[in-house]
Nanobody, 123 residues
Framework: QVQLVESGGGLVQAGGSLRLSCAASGRTISSYGMGWFRQAPGKEREFLAAITRIAGSTSYADSVKGRFTISRDNAKNTVYLQMNSLKPEDTAVYYC????????????????WGQGTQVTVSS
């Protein structure tokens, strides 16, 4: 199994940027497809971005495409989410997750989750 710890969240002004990190331990992230999700108050956890295990292909939700970028550094065993042009509606708890197989978009496909990091975007 793999343990995931997110960091990099905080308070940022609308239009600003943050980079979230997801540090893995126990196993190398090269063994997993990785994803980022978020959960805003009163809403379900939603898919944001994913990067595949083998090909390294990326996929994004329409709400963040063009603003967010997922990447991985296998040498550091870390996955990143670069978030630019942040909006107040991006305010949520952000989670990283790891999976072996299944839909990259589905929460149920992911086997391991981090504890989450709060991102708050002020207007």
């Amino acid at each position: 199994q793999v343990q995931l710890v997110e960091s990099g969240g905080g308070l940022v002004q609308a239009g600003g940027s943050l980079r979230l990190s997801c540090a893995a331990s126990g196993r190398t992230i090269s063994s997993y497809g990785m994803g980022w999700f978020r959960q805003a108050p009163g809403k379900e956890r939603e898919f944001l971005a994913a990067i595949t295990r083998i090909a390294g292909s990326t996929s994004y939700a329409d709400s963040v495409k063009g603003r967010f970028t997922i990447s991985r550094d296998n040498a550091k065993n870390t996955v990143y989410l670069q978030m630019n042009s942040l909006k107040p509606e991006d305010t949520a708890v952000y989670y990283c997750a790891a999976r072996y197989s299944g839909s990259i978009y589905a929460r149920g496909s992911y086997d391991y989750w981090g504890q989450g990091t709060q991102v708050t975007v002020s207007s």
